[in-house]
């Protein structure tokens, strides 16, 4: 059974500073992994895509990577700013479903 | 192009009462499924569709029933309501769940009093 787990829990940093967010996950039999920012009393918002065969996937400040191998995917946020404070949640996607970690808290602070 | 729609936004029940949470997409996505978010246990999958006329169950489907009558809609049935069943109710679909991202609808907040 697939398990993901995203450390830290919750994450409070200063504006401008660049910062990894992680997800792991047990089975690398994954089709692809999901990266999904969620506001406050909101639905998910889709960031980043990362097939299985790819090693990373970049949108503006976002930067995502994947190793199959060790299990694991980080999503680079680079110069943050208080408008990215969220949840942010990873997925594993595989057998028709997305398994997904509880989530990183992020607050940016001023 | 309205991606995935779900009604209603909120709603409150009593123990026993039943009623059906909508969701619609206009993507022409094969794959659609509900999953419930609850605190400290991230997004969970109840049911999912390959395409019409075709379901299965996912990790907690039970007190929940689903039908896919049409491409674009997956209603989530709860027959008896119970107050495990408070949740935030999410719809998801996607084109091809190997290739292609999950699109979330906005979800529905439920609350069984």
């Known amino acids: 059974k697939q398990e993901v787990t995203q450390i830290p829990a919750a994450l409070s940093v200063p504006e401008g500073e660049n910062l990894v967010l992680n997800c792991s996950f047990t089975?690398?039999?994954?089709?692809?992994l999901q990266w999904f920012r969620q506001d406050p009393g909101k639905g998910l918002t889709s960031l980043l895509l990362?097939?299985?065969?790819?090693r990373e996937q970049t949108s503006g400040r976002l930067n995502a990577s994947l190793d199959k191998s060790s299990g694991r995917s980080t999503l680079y946020i680079a110069a943050s700013q208080p408008g990215d404070s969220a949840t942010y949640l990873c997925?594993?996607?595989?057998?028709?479903?997305?398994?997904f970690g509880t989530g990183t808290q992020l607050k940016v602070e001023l | 192009n309205a991606g995935v729609t779900q009604t209603p936004k909120f709603q409150v029940l009593k123990t026993g009462q039943s009623m059906t949470l909508q969701c619609a997409q206009d993507?022409?996505?094969?794959?659609m499924s509900w999953y419930r978010q609850d605190p400290g246990m991230g997004l969970r999958l109840i049911h999912y569709?390959?395409?019409?006329?075709?379901?299965d169950q996912g990790e907690v489907p039970n007190g929940y029933n689903v039908s896919r009558s049409t491409t674009e809609d997956f209603p989530l049935r709860l027959l008896s309501a119970a107050p495990s069943q408070t949740s935030v109710y999410f719809c998801?679909?996607?084109?091809?769940?190997?290739?292609?991202?999950?699109?979330f609808g906005s979800g529905t907040r439920l609350t069984v009093v």
């Open positions: 990362i097939q299985s065969s790819q």
């Open positions: 993507m022409n996505h094969e794959y």
């Open positions: 998801a679909s996607s084109y091809s769940t190997d290739f292609y991202g999950y699109t």
């Open positions: 997925g594993a996607g595989g057998g028709n479903k997305l398994t």
């Open positions: 569709s390959v395409g019409a006329g075709i379901t």
């Open positions: 089975d690398s039999a994954i089709y692809n």
